[in-house]
């Protein structure tokens, strides 16, 4: 099952103060003419994985259990990474009471570390081995199309939460906590909702017509070559 990391780098430029045309106007309005809107770019990164061939059959079924009481023999795992970087661009009134900003934010999803294992008794190279290979692998291509299809429903849901108008704080120090709780209460429902919906997609990678297939494949490979004794 994925799991989720989070990481938040929030950095803050030194704000700017009004110029003299602009204490005429509002506080709120000069935020609104000398700051642009926010920015969001949501980037992922391609998946790679390592292999472990040294778990036993025994061992995969213990870890993952199949509901229909199958062997494991092949099992893919991942953490959902989410890296977060932020730079505010602000502006403050000359009495220092006053601080607004429109952050530009910056997000790398990624499912990483993964690991495909493949069961000790199916000998790298062996039918066996290959059929349990081609099925992980499916689980992988899953991994990685789903970090592409979810990138600009979680830019837009960052862009609706910071909203059109600049944020206004009593402070510096406010205005970090105020974004960072602000994304960190973005991010940690919409990787949530990530977790089930990838773990859903590789429910389907698991029919009853896949594995139909795969126990014919695999019922080829022992008449081809037979399997050697378990450890």
Known sequence: MPRFSPALLLLVA????????????????ACA???????VEVTTEPVRYSTDLSRSIQDLTTRESHPWGREVSG???????SEVSVTARGLADRSGARHCLRPDATVRLAFDPMVMYIAREQRPGSCAHLV???????????????LVDVRDDLRTQILGKLGDRPLVFASEQEADAAVRKLLEETLAPFVRA????VLDLQK??????EYARLDLEQAK??????APPRR
């Open 194 to 197: 990530a977790i089930q919906e």
């Open 75 to 81: 099992l893919v795992t991942a953490e959902l990474k």
């Open 221 to 226: 490979c022992s008449l081809a070559e037979p």
């Open 132 to 146: 349990t290979l081609e099925h992980e692998r499916k689980h992988v291509r899953v991994y990685d199309q789903y």
């Open 14 to 29: 030194p704000l700017a103060m009004l110029a003299g045309c602009e204490r005429l106007q509002s506080f709120e309005k």
């Open 33 to 39: 003419t000398r700051l642009a809107p926010p920015t």
């Open 204 to 209: 389907m990678v698991d029919s009853e017509r």
